[in-house]
């Protein structure tokens, strides 16, 4: 009851430009969510704002451009006017940049400097084949950032308001917010033009890949099962593959945390996307000592073959169909999940009438489908494992 929440979406983002511009678009948002709006710097603003309860942020990603924030319900009118004010008014502020490259330089280095984090940033960098556009930002590509030319992209990037598609969800009577939407969103001028994103061509490796990566000296190692590929999408075959993930986790949970006493937690996910092309995922990841990495790993390959060949039990289909229902039903409590849901569907151009048929979709799910996904998905020319292990 005391929030309202906002996001906005507009394809296109920093897949636009050329890596000879990532970082000026990449961080273009960010740089002006530091410097301000109009005559009003950060600081300026969060001074004006005591008292109140509101959050706008600018973003740029790869394949997309918008907004995020939330207010109190008696503030939602400061959220439209800052909605506004970065449209027409977004500040250009040198300092702001300086101090935004100094923090996350020192933020970054040190980062990279822990294992778990090294790690992550060396997997991602796997997964995409070293593009440039993946992984955290190395002081060199931060200090690349160029003022005037992040301000003019981010000026591109917000040309055209006719362009983004808003979502409100809270505390608030439609009729009652409409004189506010006209008076600080449908009044900015617009250039109606058409845009989309464009393919940056990011893939993962073919073929089967195996990489351990040393990093610190204390014994702990890291494991991460990827399997990855091209798949046709469906909201069937996306859902019946996030399941597997469940089954999957719980499975691995019973067997190599409580049977094999090896590490404190595993979790195993997947799905499908239509974006940038149409591909699926599966991980199972897992910490564990090095000594243990070998079995574990083997443990984990064996569970696999084995639903293949066997199959999954009533029980183990029962427990995740009783959990998604739980979870469902929490979730439509939540304004976050209907903002997220509502904005996927409309982003992705969904039939909305498939969110309603939610429940429906977890009565239909057999042990035969569960079993089917895995024979189809996990295959070994589609596996990338990736390990950490103490520096030698």
Known sequence: NDEILMTAFSHGGHSLYGDENYENANYSASIVGESGVANFSKTDLDKLFSGKTVRVSPYVSTYSEGFSGSAAPKDLETMMQLINLYFTSPRKDAASLES??????MLYGNLMSNPAYYFQNEMIKILSQNNKRVGFPTAEELVKIDLDKAFEIYGERFADPANFTFFFVGNFKAEEIKPML?????????????ESWKDLGIRPPKGKLEKVINKGTDPKSQVSINYKGEAKYSKEESYILSSLGEVMTNRLIDLIREEKSGVY???ANGYISERPYENYTFSISFPCGPENVAELKKAVYEEIELIKKEGLTEEDLNEIKEAQKIDRKESLKENRYWLNQLSAYYSYDRDLTDFFEYEKQVEDL????????AKKYLVEDN??????????
Do not use: C, Y
Request: net charge negative.
């Open 383 to 392: 596996l990338i494992e990736i390990v950490l292990m103490p520096e030698e």
């Open 100 to 105: 935004f490259k100094t923090r996350n330089t």
């Open 265 to 267: 937690g595993v979790g």
């Open 182 to 194: 006209e008076t600080h969103l449908a009044s900015i001028p617009t250039i109606q033009r058409e």
């Open 366 to 373: 057999t042990t035969k489908d569960l079993q089917e996904a």
